[in-house]
């Protein structure tokens, strides 16, 4: 599962394993505004780079291309 696809994600677990969809709920949002900006408008290389240093190991384990904010 990854965060990205967590609702189709958990869809498709609940269909495998036969049981009734959950769904997610949503928590917080009305503190996330930014939440209707695509993430790339906040990730420059710099930033990018202090993101990647502090969870390079979770980018490892999950498989994520470090590159991935460019858009």
């Known amino acids: 599962m990854r ?3 967590l609702d ?3 869809e498709q677990l ?3 394993l036969d049981l009734e ?3 997610l709920g949503t ?3 009305a503190s996330r505004s930014h939440r209707d900006q695509p993430f790339t408008r906040y990730y420059n290389k710099e930033t990018a780079q202090v993101v990647a240093k502090a969870f390079g190991p979770d980018f490892a384990m999950l498989d ?3 590159s991935s904010w460019k858009g």
């Open 3 to 5: 965060y990205e696809h």
């Open 8 to 10: 189709d994600d958990l």
């Open 14 to 16: 609940c269909a495998d």
């Open 21 to 23: 969809n959950g769904a």
């Open 27 to 29: 928590y917080k949002s």
């Open 64 to 66: 994520y291309d470090r």
